[in-house]
Structure formats: C-alpha cells, structure tokens
C-alpha cells in the first residue's frame, strides 16, 4: 500500500497533467476555428481553378505533345509518396494514420514491383518511414520554422516536385494527407497529383464561344503547375484542420481519463487514511483498556 | 453599367465589386474590359491591373503575379497566385 505521501503526489501530479491537455484542448479548438476558416478562404479560388482546368481539358485531347504534366512520362515506375505530417504530435493517432495509408500504399506498389520514393512534408512521421524504407527517402521538406504552412510553403514543394519531375526522378506522384470532415472525424486521404488526373469537365455557364489568348493548350501548359500548388495548399490547410480537430479529440479524452483517475487515486487516498486513524484509535484503546 | 470584378488569391478573395472598367496586363499584350465583353480566358503578365471605378476617375494599381484572366457571364475574375497592397 502506498504511504499517504505518495499517494497526494500521485495525485497532484495527475491533476497538473489534466491542466495541460485542458490548455492545450481549448488552444485546438481556438487554433481549428482559425484553420476551418482559412480553409474556407481558400475555396473559392480551388473551385474556379478547377472549373477552368475542367473546361480547358474538355477543349484539348490528350497526345504526345501535351505537357509531360498532364500526359505523362509514359512510364509508371518509379512512384513518388508525398507524405503530409504536422510537426508537433499531442495529437491522437492523427500522424500515424496518414503514414499507415502511405504505407498500405507503398506496399502495394512495391508488390507490382515499383519503386518507391517518399517525399515527405512535416516532422512527424519521419522516423517511421526512415525506419521501413530507409534507403528512399527523396526528400525531407521541413515545416518546422513556419507558424502554419501556407501557400508560400505549397509554391515550394510544388517547385521542387515538377523540378523533381522534369529531372525525370519519378513517374507518378501520390499525395497523403488527412482529409478535413468534422472534429471528431479525420480521413487519411490518398490521390495521385502528377500526373494531373484530368479534372471533371466542369459544366460552362454558358454557350458563347470562349476566346483564347494565348492558346489554349499554352494557357493549360500554365495552369498546371499552379493546380498543383492549388493541390497541394488545399491538403496542407486541411491538414492543419485535421491537426487541430484531431488534437482536440485526444485531449478532451485525456483530460476526460485524467479525472477519472483523479476520482481513483482520491477514493484511495481517503481509503488509507481513514484506515491509519482507524488503527490509531484501535491502539489508543487497546492502551486504555490494559491500563 | 457595371462590370463585376474579383479578384481571387489561393488564401482568400480579396476583391468583389462593381466596377467601370478593369485594364489587364495579358501576356499577348493588355487588353481593358468593360461590361458585356465576349467569354474570354487569358494568362496575365506579372504586372498591374488598372481598376478605373468610373469612367473619369484615376486607376487604382492592384500589383500581381501569377495571374490569370477569365471574363464570362459572371463579370472579370482574376485569379493571382500573389497580390500586393
């Protein structure tokens, strides 16, 4: 049986740990309001983007001349995995889940007999992937000196991928993130960003001939790059919902845990002690009866 | 009378409003769009678009790059990778 003393600082310690995931609860739900309104934001320019690309793609047909970013290498060997973390954990099995998809993923290919590489967004999830596959990590992007990734932060891992991709380092790219649903739901998300899968024709508003200026494949040749970097902002915002939404969760649970421990520790804590006046008194009356 | 312009950058839309007249830099040479212009789609040169409010009125400069022009039923939307001021 633990002594008293322990037993309060058991208890203290407990309660100065629920005081932390309590903060840092209320600070994801602050920082998840602020990340669900930048994703907000972000829609409007996503969604007219696409719906050019969509009528654009409806106006080409896809051939050997179309850009390398939309029709291709030709080749399907060496895939890319784009892993998308966050750099700070405390945050339920939201990290662990994306890289789990990555893997499922990596597995598979490799079983075609792929190669694999991993380029890889965020400080998490790192020491997994460099674990299993330790030979192909392309790259590490890090994200650690920037409040919260941004669209300057897109533009760069979009740079760095088409370099990647003109360099004729990989064929086929796929992007892992956690898709945004609600607080308590996050989706690890798998999709193929290069080459750009054609986006849905998007219905046109209108039926008047559109004009180009310049053609209409050189605006395409334009647009690519910046859809990816669309791409790519759009799966790091809803990562960082996901981030806070998930983070939320697994402190409200561990506050949750913590005062049902608190609960435990007390009952025994008064448990021990009413036992030790018990045997006080016990003593003391046994004294005053041999008297 | 007037032509609705918007202005739109991957972090938010910064600009909705109604407008005399929108000169864009295109990358084919500038072009400037009142209301009623044809459906037109254009890349734009990283430059300055010129927003005249009303038809006498000074232009006000919206710097931008990355920028790409589409003119439908729906007015003149800019989309931007980057806007300045």
């Not at chain 1, 983007?49 to 290498?73: C, F, H, W, Y």
């Not at chain 2, 003119?71 to 300045?84: K, P, Q, S």
């Amino acid at each position: 049986m633990a002594s008293l003393k322990e037993l309060k600082g058991r208890i203290n310690s407990v309660k100065s740990t629920q005081k932390i995931t309590k903060a840092k609860q209320m600070v994801a739900a602050a920082k998840l309001r602020k990340a669900q309104a930048a994703a907000e934001s972000a829609r409007p320019y996503a969604a007219r983007l696409a719906e050019v690309m969509g009528s654009l793609a409806s106006k080409i047909t896809v051939s050997e001349n179309s850009p390398k970013l939309l029709a291709g290498t030709g080749s399907d060997q060496v895939h890319l995995l784009v892993v998308a973390n966050s750099d700070k954990g405390l945050c339920g099995a939201f990290n662990s889940n994306i890289v789990k998809a990555a893997r499922a993923k990596a597995r598979e290919l490799e079983a075609e007999g792929k190669t694999v590489l991993f380029y890889l967004i965020g400080r998490k999830g790192r020491a997994v992937i460099k674990r299993e596959h330790p030979k192909q990590i392309a790259h590490m992007f890090d994200t650690t000196d920037v409040r919260d990734p941004g669209f300057n932060e897109a533009e760069r891992v979009a740079d760095e991928l088409v370099a990647m991709y003109e360099d004729g380092k990989f064929d086929v790219a796929h992007l892992f993130f956690s898709k945004f649903r609600s607080a308590l739901l996050q989706e690890p998300t798998g999709m193929q960003i290069i080459p750009v899968p054609a986006p849905k024709e998007a219905a046109t508003g209108s039926d008047a001939v559109t004009e180009y200026e310049p053609e209409e494949e050189e605006i395409l040749a334009a647009l690519l790059p910046r859809y990816l970097k669309t791409q790519i902002f759009g799966a790091l915002l809803e990562n960082a919902a996901s981030e806070q939404g998930a983070s939320m969760t697994a402190m409200d649970n561990a506050t949750r845990n913590a005062g049902e421990l608190i609960d435990k520790l007390t009952i025994v804590y008064n448990r021990t002690r009413q036992a030790a006046i018990t045997t006080e008194l016990v003593e003391i009356i046994a004294g005053a009866e041999a008297l | 009378m007037a032509l609705h312009f918007e202005l739109v950058t991957p972090a938010k839309l910064v600009r909705s409003e109604d407008v005399h007249m929108v000169v864009v830099p295109g990358t084919e040479g500038e072009f400037g769009v009142l209301e009623g212009h044809a459906p037109f789609m254009s890349t734009i040169a990283d430059g300055a678009l010129q927003v005249y409010k009303t038809a006498n009125g000074a232009p006000e400069q919206i710097r931008i790059t990355g920028g790409f022009a589409e003119v439908g039923d729906a007015g003149l939307t800019v989309l931007a990778e980057h806007v300045e001021g």
